[in-house]
């Protein structure tokens, strides 16, 4: 694995091989990656967890990769909690994402990868998700830390049905996402060799597209199998 090597990212570019060699290089050595979001970091998938951070690990040769992930939570509450010492979800104890990013877990990170919203899609406006996502990524951006934006994923509450007259859960998610995907190439300034790459997008469903019955999604519809984390950790 090496930081030090870069290649422009675009709009369409969605392939997280190689994703440390994609990004502005930080002023320090090696590379450190967390995973940070809700139950699909966790690696929910009942009654045990499977943290595609395992799987990341092993395709990246080795590389250090840490997950904290909050099951429940909103990327509103994300923000809202950042600068927490100590926050529990489901029995698992982490610091807020600020404060893991500025060196306060003893890690220094090269690379966050936020996966988030899920939790937010039934009653959140689009346009305030993608303003929460965006928030995290510009805290991990503040600290000189690259991220690396997954779209919030497809599952079977997120289908094309729509309730009362108001946008789908399905429709919310592709406005997210576009949103998401803007955020991203905004993110990466400048032009030329003076261009700042620090913000990667990749498109969950690409990688691992829910579908009713699938072995890579769990009967609950909302989380991935064992299967599908290792397969999403090793894309």
């Known amino acids: 694995m090496n930081i ?9 570019d969605n392939d997280v091989a190689g994703l440390d060699s994609r990004l502005t290089p930080t002023v320090y050595t090696g590379a450190e990656f967390l995973c940070y979001g809700d139950s699909l970091t966790a690696g929910y998938c009942s009654p045990e967890f499977a943290p595609y951070a395992d799987a990341l690990s092993e395709s990246l040769g080795g590389a250090a990769v840490d997950h904290a992930g909050m099951s429940g939570w909103t990327a509103e509450r994300m923000v809202r ?5 100590r926050e529990s979800a489901f029995g698992l104890v982490y610091p807020g994402l600020r404060r893991l990013v500025r060196c306060r877990s003893g890690r220094r990170y090269s690379v966050v990868i936020l996966m988030a919203g899920t939790n937010d899609l039934g009653f959140v406006p689009a346009e305030a998700i993608a303003a929460n996502l965006a928030r995290l990524h510009s805290m991990c951006h503040d600290a000189g830390v690259n991220t690396v934006a997954v779209t919030v994923p497809q599952s079977a509450f997120a289908s094309d049905v729509t309730a009362r007259g108001r946008l789908s859960l399905r429709e919310k998610q592709r406005e997210v996402n576009d949103l998401l995907r803007d955020f991203a190439a905004d993110a990466n300034s400048g032009s030329g060799s003076s261009r700042e790459r620090r913000c990667l997008f990749v498109d969950m469903e690409s990688r691992v597209p829910w579908s009713e019955g699938s072995a890579d999604w769990m009967s609950d519809g909302l989380h991935m199998s064992k299967a599908g984390y290792e397969k999403f950790g090793r894309l």
């Open 4 to 12: 030090n090597e870069t290649k422009a990212i675009s709009r369409d």
């Open 81 to 85: 909690r950042a600068d927490s010492d």
